[in-house]
Nanobody, 124 residues
Framework: QVQLVESGGGLVQAGGSLRLSCAAS????????MGWFRQAQGKEREFVAV????????YYGDSVKGRFTISRDNAKNAVYLQMNSLKPEETAVYYC?????????????????WGKGTLVTVSS
């Protein structure tokens, strides 16, 4: 069992940056691919980024490529999302996810564990 807790959300102006963190507790963090998703009010959940167990492979949603960076620290049981050049339309609750099926599965939303999310609000 893995518990995921996101932090780092808040209010930021358009063009600004935020760094989200996801702390994992429980066993086996280093056995899971980790991902970030977001869901804006009234919209479907959207894939943001995923990172492989080793951190060697990273994939991003088209809308965030070049602006967001996912990373992980297996020694600290943590995954991060650095978000730069934020846009108002990226206001959403951001969720962390862990999946044992690899990066492709997590990117499709097939994750074993989900956090409760952290709210990011980007003002114009």
């Amino acid at each position: 069992q893995v518990q995921l807790v996101e932090s780092g959300g808040g209010l930021v102006q358009a063009g600004g940056s935020l760094r989200l963190s996801c702390a994992a507790s429980g066993r086996g963090f280093s056995n899971y691919a980790m991902g970030w998703f977001r869901q804006a009010q009234g919209k479907e959940r959207e894939f943001v980024a995923v990172i492989s167990i080793s951190g060697a492979n990273r994939y991003y949603g088209d809308s965030v490529k070049g602006r967001f960076t996912i990373s992980r620290d297996n020694a600290k049981n943590a995954v991060y999302l650095q978000m730069n050049s934020l846009k108002p339309e990226e206001t959403a609750v951001y969720y962390c996810a862990a999946g044992g099926g690899g990066t492709s599965a997590v990117a499709r939303g097939s994750a074993d564990y989900w956090g409760k999310g952290t709210l990011v609000t980007v003002s114009s």
